[in-house]
């Protein structure tokens, strides 16, 4: 596959993960979704409890990109109204009936709508031909839909099948959490200056936005000459279909758009298959039982260099940021002593894969970085308290 050049309006969409990085504690996965969404235009939808900043997420991409905006909570009793605009009445008079788009879903550049599933049929087939079509149509009205991004959340996705198509749809899917134990401190300080209204810089243009969507396509087009991506992705779809994980069609070449996006997000001059193996994460998934075993097929299939490598830092940072709570519990000096001492040798493995990190050049590993550093902190800012009350 021969690989295009990175323009300099790609270096700012890896600023604008940057500093959501910075701002967002442990929102890597949401970050790449929202941004791939954007640079995509296809729907995400974030599913998780409240509180877990995904409103605030949207808003601040919105802010940095200077887009105009349209947020809204829906209930069973939202009306097309709320979202479509009121009706005319100076036309309906006049023989015509239309409505007054003007700061609604229609004429925004960044839509967000919050719990998804809790509005009507009606108004979610008239999202569904919005997300279709990329119109509203209203009677003789037919107008172009021009949002950049169109994101949706949901505490939890529907069961109901009438929602299947709608929710199939939503392309981009992520399952959200609070964040752990070990990162709270760094939650409070980030959650304040944010609440305290931090100056979210612009950093992009809407025309820049714009470009980069047009680079996702052409690097989305280009994939089909790449025999070793498309033989490595058909491996990965069949294996996930033998798991009970079947995309429909339209998800499998969502997919490699996403994958394309994926690509521009990280910097990389082509698309890799550690690119497609984050798109069939954000893809592929269609509820949270899904993503273990989307990650074993990634690792079985060899899609991610760093499958491997990641997996175990993961389970080692579990490991030690579980015996950092019970050390914090326990009342036998003896227990007490057999922890430090486990934890001590998940410390030597952690900071022998932060080595080998540290000297990696894929831009991936680097969100692994200060976790790793977080949990080996967090285990001795307590072993050190812990000691200190044991012996005054």
Request: charge should be negative.
């Amino acid at each position: 596959m021969s690989a295009y050049p990175i323009p300099e309006v790609s270096r700012k969409i890896m600023e604008i993960k940057s500093k959501l990085t910075s701002l967002f504690v442990e929102k890597d996965v949401e970050i790449n979704a929202v941004l791939a969404g954007l640079l995509t235009r296809e729907p995400v939808i974030l599913v998780g409890a409240p509180g877990t900043a995904k409103t605030m997420l949207i808003e601040t991409l919105a802010r940095m990109i200077n887009a105009k905006s349209f947020t809204y909570l829906l209930t069973r009793f939202t009306e097309p109204d709320e979202l479509f605009g009121i009706i005319d009445v100076k036309s309906l008079r006049e023989g015509t009936y239309r409505r007054i788009t003007e700061n609604t879903i229609v004429d925004a550049e960044i839509v967000f709508l919050d719990e998804i599933f809790k509005a009507s049929s009606a108004i979610r087939n008239t999202l569904l031909r919005i997300l279709n079509e990329k119109q509203y149509v209203f009677g003789s009205q037919v107008i172009p839909v021009n949002w950049l991004g169109f994101y949706t959340a949901s505490n939890e996705i529907s069961t109901d099948e009438e929602d299947w198509a709608f929710y199939d749809r939503l392309v981009i899917r992520v399952f959200t959490k609070y964040v752990s134990d070990t990162s709270l401190e760094l939650l409070i300080i980030k959650g304040i200056e944010l609440d305290n209204g931090i100056e979210i810089p612009t950093i992009m243009t809407k025309e820049e936005v714009i470009k980069l969507q047009q680079l996702t396509k052409q690097r989305f087009y280009n994939i089909k000459n790449s025999r070793e991506l498309v033989n490595k992705y058909i491996e990965a779809v069949v294996e996930l279909k033998s798991r009970g994980i079947e995309l429909s069609d339209r998800r499998k070449i969502k997919a490699l758009k996403v994958a394309s996006a994926i690509s521009i997000i990280y910097g990389n001059t082509e698309v890799t298959l550690d690119d497609l193996a984050d798109a069939l994460r954000l893809v592929a998934i269609h509820s949270e039982d899904d993503i273990p075993k989307v990650e074993e097929v990634i690792n079985k299939v060899g899609l991610s260099q760093l499958g491997k490598l990641t997996q175990e830092i993961e389970m080692l940072i579990q490991e030690l940021n579980n015996i950092t709570t019970r050390i914090s519990t326990t009342e036998s000096l003896q227990e007490f002593k057999e922890l430090v001492k486990a934890g001590k040798t998940i410390i030597q493995e952690l900071q022998g894969k932060l080595e080998k990190l540290a000297k990696s050049s894929n831009p991936r590993v680097q969100q692994y970085i200060p976790r790793i550093k977080e949990a080996i902190a967090g285990f001795k800012k307590e072993v050190q308290k812990i000691m200190e009350n044991f012996y005054e």
